[in-house]
């Protein structure tokens, strides 16, 4: 067995079952041989079974019916090493949190966030920090260049509450990203467009500052 056959045997099962949602306990009940192969040779760089890769992989119409198995009273802990195994890994990534967006540079920058977002979940407070910070490259290049969340513009001290959620939300292995930029694409449609003032602009009579008009 092969990751590309076992994915298609589990396809093949859900067909069958048709269940309404599943998670790694169904699958540990409905195809063993699979879970076993998966538990062995799909592995997290910081441990346990790489789910979200093996729900990429799904047919979009099953990968949406994944959920996450609940975790009873998260312990919070910090650990900068099972960050450095992710950071280390794409460290010649990390550019696509600050690169125009293309489906390569998407596709990498997902990889890394999910692969963080799961530690976070775990209950790493400084894989939680790290996401912030890298996700807030991207949010800014968003708010300057994307009309559905330019709304944000002058908001940005309210960012870090919306990440901090999507972080403890996220369940569905899809797009982190994309899921991210619609919470904050919606939540925008409430806010007031605020005018930002630049004190620099020298637009005034006289070839004055804007700071210089102001007493």
């Not at 092969?2 to 079952?17: C, G, H, M, P, Y």
């Not at 950071?87 to 966030?113: G, H, M, Q, V, W």
């Not at 899921?179 to 930002?196: D, M, S």
């Amino acid at each position: 067995m092969d990751f590309d056959s076992a994915v298609k045997t589990i396809n093949k099962i859900l067909r069958e079952q048709q269940p309404h949602t599943f998670n790694s306990s169904w699958l540990r009940k409905h195809a063993p041989h699979v879970y076993r192969f998966f538990q062995k040779n799909v592995r997290r760089e910081s441990g346990g079974i790489d789910w979200d890769r093996i729900t990429r992989a799904l047919d979009r119409k099953f990968s949406r019916k994944w959920t996450m198995s609940r975790r009873n009273g998260t312990k919070l802990y910090r650990s900068k090493a099972e960050i450095n195994i992710i950071l280390n890994k794409y460290e010649e990534k990390l550019y696509t949190f600050l690169a125009p967006a293309d489906r390569e540079n998407d596709s990498t920058r997902d990889i890394i966030s999910i692969a963080l977002v799961r530690i976070a979940q775990k209950g790493n407070v400084a894989a939680k920090k790290e996401i912030i910070t890298l996700v807030r490259l991207t949010i800014d290049e968003w708010i300057e260049h994307n009309p559905k969340i330019s709304r944000w513009k002058g908001y940005e001290y309210l960012v870090t509450k919306y990440i901090e959620d999507c972080i403890r939300r996220y369940r569905y292995s899809g797009s982190f990203m994309g899921y991210l930029f619609k919470t904050l694409e919606y939540a925008g449609r409430g806010l007031r467009p605020i005018t930002v003032y630049y004190l620099e602009d020298s637009s005034y009579p006289g070839g004055r500052k804007r700071i210089d008009t102001i007493v």
